[in-house]
């Protein structure tokens, strides 16, 4: 699981969204909304209020101080704060109300930036020193969170590192854009926020601050008993370590807490749950079934626990490993050979729920990541930072997407409700959905059973505990009669369920309903995005304008696939896009060159050059050679520019990218510099087959085999990192799984090879086309997405066949549309579809509804629909004569 995600899903109860998006007033700080002195100016700058005087010069870096509070203190804090900062017109910003506070310090907040409350800008060291002893005295004995990133000053709030002031941004070496200070020599680097304190290697550490940095020093791990072998875990609540106790050789866990951070929604710190996991083992002492405590201390202000080591793996990497789902001729027994381990794993995780609860302990976060199984099969129930004593009647405050009980359900009912989620999750692991419609647990359950030779009636009780009632009667209905299977086992009625089906009519009503999911979801309203889809339109300025993640990529999936135009939201994009923020990305898939293409296409050809020549005026040569973000994707755009305006400055800007991308690309067996490591990064938006891509394109351009020899170099570079499996598929290897899907999988390079061979017989190529062919037809993905899920599936057989004939003419590509089905949830009466990590609703193209109304058009829209420079039977308008000098080489 991806825990950046939970931050993301606590603002709206179905689509990711930014922690300070709606602006609440509920427990805002009152210096918020305060008069403001003569000559100051605020600024609302992201979550961030900022303050500054007219007539102060800062500086674009320097030393800069965070001010850490806890939601109790914090009010007083800003006040001693305010009250300093303004009458002296010192520089400063803060968070506005108690809500962002808490977000930024949540559990699983970003730890290099978690527990910044107030960031104070002195304007020179001499004014840092000032200020640091001086707001240090009144602060003095205010608690706070210790911020990782920062050089703590004493024991107090206050916190200090260098960094910049203003917004200026880079490319750092794995071609992503982040914020920047320059170096002596002026030029810009990375501004690196991380979970330790740094300076950068041309900054000297003032004199005032060397005697705290030596205090920071002091704390240290070798005088413990216990020896830390490595890292198993970090949250921002502190880590979780696999040791050996020194004096007895044997292997322990030590789990860390710090003090003041990794809040829960109850407002307790990791210190807190770590307090209640001890309290609850001392309790469940000599049980088998929990790992037996150990120890506890303090260290540094850090509150560690030490617990035994379990032999054994995660239940759900058993699941993943063990289930016949994923494999692509599973064995007719090899259902009921799991289903027989299945039934044996739930039978004793329920006898180890109810030895814990004859003890009184609510567990409060049962899933299949904190049940480990031993080799023997027995199990251990591990985590207990959620535990309470059933009399005290407490709601959950932890709990895994796919398992979190109903706000209204307390004691051991909790646990129950995870059991019962964890009956269906492992036969079908998608009970993160439930959460989004109630109604999946009995369509989820009915398809296990169809599935599976689970005993009648143990799925009809799980659904009957999730859902309070007796049965299911539709997504989203429940009654008190009926059930998941008749008496014969046959599967009983789903006329309410959701349904896709690959014919003509199945596709109309599948586009209208997606189609109107989405444009009910618009909030044009918004400056940062249109419509609700992954967290990445939050995490880079400018994330809600791409193709990947932005309205780009929906407006274009809508027209591509008949769904319509929509002038309101093409004048939203074409505002936002001419006025972009500061850093926004430059790419096609993650930025405005992206953005400009799709103006283009919709017709907006003015306003696509005007910010076609804004890009150009951006310096892109340190970006990375990727299709999403880098220079294979920017080349493509300026390709169809170059085609479509015959401008001779974009027709060379064009020309140096695709030399910058031949130059840097490498041999064959080269690890190119955008992808390190022992498994580098391969497929369509990461590896090397957005530059063969980008050459392919080259070629049509300019008829220079040259080209085809470079896009073959790419494509081997991707197939050296791939693998075949056992059952014949080709799929990316990623070391400690292997990846078929669009984005960094193998589908994705196919899709390149398949474009390669319409140019040039391969036989290495056609065989690799065959192999990852067969990565396309398993029956089972856990997402739905474009990118990552079922429609990239989709989308990759849909190619191979003329407009509209896929479904009719693939038995795999229809099956894939039926199932898509398991995912498909019913929002207001249409249907939407889960993005990354399924917690919440998207309708962007790379996650969610416009990607999954992009496939079903590549299989079933009578007219070509794909992603752009890859739509079959449309080529891009790049055979307009080139001049001579495009063709050549340096």
Request: proline share 7%.
């Amino acid at each position: 699981m991806d825990k950046r995600y939970e931050v993301y899903c606590l603002t709206h109860p179905h689509f990711y969204d930014a922690p300070s998006s709606h602006g609440g007033t509920h427990g805002r700080f009152r210096q918020a909304d305060a008069p403001l002195q003569e000559a100051w100016k605020r600024a609302k700058v992201g979550e961030w209020l900022a303050f500054r005087p007219l007539d102060v010069r800062l500086p674009q870096q320097g030393w800069k101080i965070h001010v850490s509070a806890c939601l109790d203190n914090a009010q007083s804090i800003l006040d001693e704060v305010w009250e300093y900062c303004v009458p002296r017109r010192i520089a400063f910003k803060f968070l506005p109300g108690l809500e962002t506070l808490f977000l930024a310090n949540a559990k699983y907040a970003h730890r290099g930036s978690s527990g910044k409350f107030v960031t104070v800008y002195p304007s020179d060291e001499v004014a840092c020193e000032r200020i640091l002893t001086e707001l240090g005295d009144i602060l003095d004995g205010f608690p706070g969170p210790y911020i990782l990133s920062d050089l703590r000053w004493g024991d107090g709030p206050l916190h200090v590192r260098y960094g910049a002031f203003a917004d200026r941004y880079c490319v750092s070496a794995d071609g992503e854009v982040e914020q920047a200070v320059a170096d002596p020599s002026g030029r810009l680097v990375p501004d690196v926020r991380g979970p330790t304190f740094r300076t950068p290697e041309w900054v000297d550490l003032p004199g005032f601050l060397e005697p705290h940095l030596a205090a920071s020093r002091r704390t240290t791990v070798a005088d413990l008993p216990y020896r830390i072998d490595k890292a198993l875990h970090f949250s921002n609540g502190g880590g979780l370590y696999a040791g050996t106790d020194r004096r007895t050789q044997e292997r322990v866990v030590l789990k860390e807490a710090r003090p003041y951070a990794g809040l829960t929604p109850d407002g307790a710190d990791a210190v807190t749950r770590l307090e209640r996991e001890r309290e609850a083992l001392a309790r469940l002492r000599g049980l088998d079934c929990v790992p037996a405590l150990r120890d506890h201390f303090d260290l540094g202000g850090h509150r560690f626990v030490v617990e035994d080591f379990i032999e054994g793996k995660p239940l759900h990497q058993l699941l993943v490993e063990r289930s016949p789902l994923a494999e692509l001729d599973p064995d007719p027994t090899s259902f009921a050979d799991y289903t027989t381990w299945a039934l044996g794993v739930l039978r004793r995780v329920r006898e180890a729920v109810a030895a814990v609860h004859e003890r009184d302990i609510v567990i409060g976060d049962v899933h299949t990541f904190n049940v480990m199984v031993r080799p023997d099969d027995t199990v251990v129930l591990i985590d207990f930072e959620g535990a309470s004593d059933v009399a005290h009647a407490r709601h959950q405050v932890l709990a895994a997407p796919g398992f979190h009980a109903p706000s209204t359900t307390t004691g051991f009912d909790i646990d129950r409700y995870a059991l019962a989620c964890l009956e269906i999750s492992l036969f079908l692991p998608l009970t993160g959905l439930i959460e989004l419609d109630r109604g999946k647990a009995g369509q989820l359950a009915r398809e296990a059973a169809r599935l599976f030779p689970v005993p009648d009636g143990l799925l009809d009780e799980a659904v009957r505990t999730i859902t309070g009632d007796g049965g299911f009667t539709g997504s989203g209905g429940f009654t008190g009669d009926g059930g998941i299977t008749g008496d014969d086992g046959a599967v009983a009625d789903k006329d309410d369920e959701p349904r896709l089906e690959p014919d003509h009519a199945g596709w109309l009503r599948a586009r209208e309903s997606i189609t109107s999911a989405i444009l009910a979801s618009a909030t044009p309203e918004r400056d940062d995005r249109l419509f609700p889809g992954d967290i990445e339109q939050f995490t880079a300025p400018g994330g809600g304008l791409g193709l990947a993640h932005g309205a780009a990529g929906v407006l274009y999936a809508l027209d591509v696939t008949g769904a319509g135009r929509h002038p309101d939201h093409e004048d939203w994009l074409i505002r936002h896009a001419l006025h972009p923020p500061p850093g926004v990305r430059l790419g096609l898939y993650d930025g405005l060159h992206g953005t400009a293409f799709v103006l283009d296409h919709l017709g907006h050809h003015e306003e696509a050059v005007k910010l076609l020549d804004m890009c150009l005026g951006e310096h892109w040569e340190n970006l990375a050679l990727d299709l999403k973000g880098g220079l294979s994707g920017i080349g493509l755009a300026l390709l169809h520019f170059a085609a479509t305006t015959g401008d001779a400055t974009v027709r060379d800007a064009a020309r140096r990218v695709a030399t910058t991308v031949a130059d840097r690309l490498g041999p064959v067996d080269a690890v190119p510099e955008i992808s390190g490591g022992t498994h580098p990064r391969a497929g369509l938006m990461y590896g090397s087959s957005g530059p063969a891509l980008l050459f392919l394109r080259l070629h049509e351009y300019d008829g220079d085999p040259a080209h085809l020899d470079l896009a073959a170099t790419a494509l081997r570079q991707d197939l050296r990192r791939c693998v075949v499996r056992a059952e014949g598929s080709m799929e990316v290897n990623e070391g400690f799984r292997t990846m078929p899907y669009l984005a960094d999988g193998s589908v994705g390079i196919g899709m390149v090879i398949d474009d390669y061979l319409t140019l040039r017989a391969d036989e290495e190529f056609a065989t690799a086309a065959e192999a990852i062919r067969e990565a396309s037809r398993a029956s089972f993905y856990v997402e739905p997405g474009l990118f990552d899920g079922v429609a990239g599936m989709i989308l990759h057989r849909g190619r191979a066949h003329p407009p509209g004939t896929a479904a009719a003419r693939d038995p795999v590509v229809a099956a894939h549309i039926r199932r898509l089905a398991r995912h498909a949830c019913v929002l207001d009466g249409r249907l939407a579809f889960p993005g990354e990590q399924l917690m919440r609703l998207s309708m962007d193209l790379a996650t969610g509804g416009a990607g999954v109304v992009l496939a079903l058009g590549a299989a079933c829209h009578a007219a070509p629909t794909g992603l752009p420079f890859l739509t079959p039977g449309r080529r891009s308008p790049l055979d307009i004569p080139v001049p001579p000098h495009m063709s050549e080489r340096r």
